[in-house]
T-cell receptor, first 109, second 113 residues
Framework: GIQVEQSPPDLILQEGANSTLRCNFS?????LQWFHQNPWGQLINLFY???GTKQNGRLSATTVATERYSLLYISSSQTTDSGVYFC???????????FGSGTRLQVQP | SAVISQKPSRDICQRGTSLTIQCQVD?????MFWYRQQPGQSLTLIAT?????????ESGFVIDKFPISRPNLTFSTLTVSNMSPEDSSIYLC??????????FGQGTRLTVV
């Protein structure tokens, strides 16, 4: 099956800093999503982005499908951004998502 | 965005017992999914639940341990049977909205003692 790798695994930032999270995948996809899991375990949809670039406030994401990677940008980070960020992909033969191992982000005041 | 209600949100259960988790979607969906997240780990697909047919289980998951029902297009249940401490995890249900964006319930945090 498709493999999803995320980097870095852990990230500690000071409030106000910017960061870039990366997601590499091993095969063609027709679905790519970024999620934020808060400390209570809830998965929050950030972006549905199988290709192209999207922005939502301080967050933006870019997927280059031909090169099999996606990037999530967090600008001017806040303590509420802390948690685990997951990249997940789906391909044409599998509607369910395959998740990466996540990036654990801690934003310190 | 889709609204997916999942309950219970958490439970503490005795080993050897079973727990049924319910998942309600606010509109009709063809496919629903159940995932497990073990402590400190990522999400792993347990099974795909289609209305009107038996669930399709992933490698390592069996129907006797995780029976699933899908009686209609808005509802599904997952039962964790004969529980052991190794079953302590967060269990999440998911559904797709057009074009194929996945949304998740708030999860069920299960602790088996």
């Amino acid at each position: 099956g498709i493999q999803v790798e995320q980097s870095p695994p852990d990230l500690i930032l000071q409030e106000g800093a910017n960061s870039t999270l990366r997601c590499n995948f091993s095969d063609s996809v027709n679905n790519l999503q970024w999620f934020h899991q808060n400390p209570w375990g809830q998965l929050i949809n950030l972006f549905y982005i199988p290709s192209g670039t999207k922005q939502n406030g301080r967050l933006s994401a870019t997927t280059v499908a031909t090169e099999r990677y996606s990037l999530l940008y967090i600008s001017s980070s806040q303590t509420t951004d802390s948690g685990v960020y997951f990249c997940a992909v789906g391909d044409t033969g599998r509607r369910a998502l395959t998740f990466g191992s996540g990036t654990r982000l801690q934003v310190q005041p | 965005s889709a609204v997916i209600s999942q309950k219970p949100s958490r439970d503490i259960c005795q080993r050897g017992t079973s727990l049924t988790i319910q998942c309600q979607v606010d509109s009709q969906v063809t496919m629903m999914f159940w995932y497990r997240q073990q402590p400190g780990q990522s999400l792993t697909l347990i099974a795909t639940a289609n209305q009107g047919s038996e669930a399709t289980y992933e490698s390592g998951f069996v129907i006797d341990k995780f029976p699933i029902s899908r009686p209609n297009l808005t509802f599904s249940t997952l039962t964790v049977s004969n529980m052991s401490p190794e079953d302590s995890s967060i269990y999440l249900c998911s559904a797709l909205r057009r074009p194929q964006e996945a949304f998740f319930g708030q999860g069920t945090r299960l602790t088996v003692v």
